[in-house]
């Protein structure tokens, strides 16, 4: 049986893990290549990196820690953050990615899911999508969640797979942050139009809001989380083995949980 | 020596790297003189079937690999280097793969409820044949133990040849082996401590 996928993101600036509470204010957490290691180590079935610097030399390291981490791990590695163009998909694909997420760049041109999805595979393109209610709509926001594109979120979802994405991250900004769980709502909103894999991101504050998750949506693939993990608030050993008891299929790591 | 296939498909950087951990020397190569030299053979994939056979042909390790695997040397394929062992391939037409493992490779469409989807993407058991003996590939692995699965297709029709398979609704095809020529449907440079265990079985083949 598919397991239910648990996924740290790491949110990297000038070479170190940066975690934002509802994007705004940055607290240093840890090197990303010792907190990958030990994310691996621990159970961690995929990570995601945004690389949220801006300068070219911040690019560039990025690329190196990038290598490194993948040269030290061996789980998914999703990476996103400036990613505008195929040249970046296959900048950051040469650095050990195995999955490039788009944001911003593909709502300034939507072209480059389906590009990219011709040449990399739709398993490549993972649609990172900031959501908003606006009002009384789901409302999909660029450039980190600071701008309304006045664009319908689900409909943008449903495009996008149709364009050739292969999943999609949800992050719901009214959560994000909060700490009170993830937004059921508007992840039911989203299942209920796409069929690829659908990873839910925002507002994940203790191992019960991940049962819930995965209790109240059960087609939900895969949960993701920043600053709970990074904090220890939440081991992620922990989790898997709650969500075992709850009969939620995960996958454990032979003789460490 | 490892030959890591190198026709331009696929992310190669983790299968790279993971042959230095486990410390087997492995070198990505497209020159045949490299590949007969080698020891063993992996052939990488990722993409589409037909785009992959034809690259395969042009850069003339098609010819190569046939010839080395009939001479005995163990092959290895992963994800879409497995579907390539088969006989056919029913994605976007139908396309003559490698003929090294009896079989097809069909749509896993067909065979799970409309809720399932597609591609199967994410960390899934692996299944022993009851009826078998554990494969060498997966000396040291235990029944159950997940791996890394990112596929829209999978191989059928090859009973003969499954030393695995994992349950998606229905029992898929994860790994075949025939003689010296094995395949993993999912990614071992991906699946942790589990795929390391399994390369390095290879690697000592």
Known sequence: MITKRIIPCLDVKNGRV???????????????????????????????????????????????????VASTIYIPLTVGGGINTVADFDRVLKCGADKVSVNSGAIANPDLIE???????????????????????????????????????IEWIRQGEARGAGEVVVNSIDT????????????????????????????????????????????????LAASIFHFGEVKISDLKDKLADEGIPVRKIKGKN | MIAIIDYGVGNIFSLCSSFDTIGAKAV????????????????????AFADAA????DCGMWDVILSETAAG?????????MQMLFEKS??????????????EVVPIAPVVPADYKIPHIGWNGLHFPKDKPKSPLFKDVD?????????????????????????????LTAAVSKGNVYGTQFHPEKSGDVGLRILKNFAQM
Not at chain 1, 119 to 147: E, H, P, T, W
Not at chain 1, 187 to 216: E, Y
Not at chain 2, 90 to 103: A, D, R, S, T
């Open chain 2, 54 to 57: 034809k690259k395969l042909a």
């Open chain 2, 143 to 171: 029944e159950g133990e997940c791996v890394y699965f990112v596929h829209s297709y999978y191989g059928s029709g090859c009973d003969a040849a499954v030393i695995a398979t994992t349950e998606y609704h229905a029992e």
């Open chain 1, 176 to 223: 994000d942050g909060v700490k009170k769980g993830f937004d059921i709502e508007m992840l039911q909103a989203v299942s209920d139009v796409v069929t690829i894999p659908v990873i839910a991101s925002g507002g994940a504050g203790c191992i019960g809001d991940f049962v819930d998750l995965f209790k109240t949506i059960p087609t939900m693939d895969a949960g």
């Open chain 1, 18 to 68: 940066v975690k934002g509470v509802n994007f705004q204010g940055v607290a240093d957490v840890s090197s990303p290549v010792e907190l990958a290691k030990y994310y691996s180590d621990n159970g961690a079935d995929e990570l995601v990196f945004y690389d949220i610097t801006a300068s070219f030399e911040g690019r560039a390291l990025f690329c190196d820690i990038l290598k490194e």
């Open chain 2, 73 to 81: 040397k163990p092959l290895l394929g992963i994800c879409l280097g």
């Open chain 2, 28 to 47: 990505l190569t497209a020159d045949a003189n490299v590949v007969r030299k080698a020891d063993k053979i992996i052939l990488p994939g990722v993409g």
């Open chain 1, 115 to 153: 590009e990219a999805a011709k040449i990399y595979g739709n398993q490549c393109v993972v649609l990172s999508c900031d959501i908003k209610r606006v009002d009384g709509q789901f409302r999909l926001f660029a450039k980190g969640g600071r701008v309304d594109t006045g664009i319908d979120a």
């Open chain 2, 90 to 103: 029913h994605e976007y037409g139908v396309h003559n793969g490698l003929g090294l493992i009896p079989g």
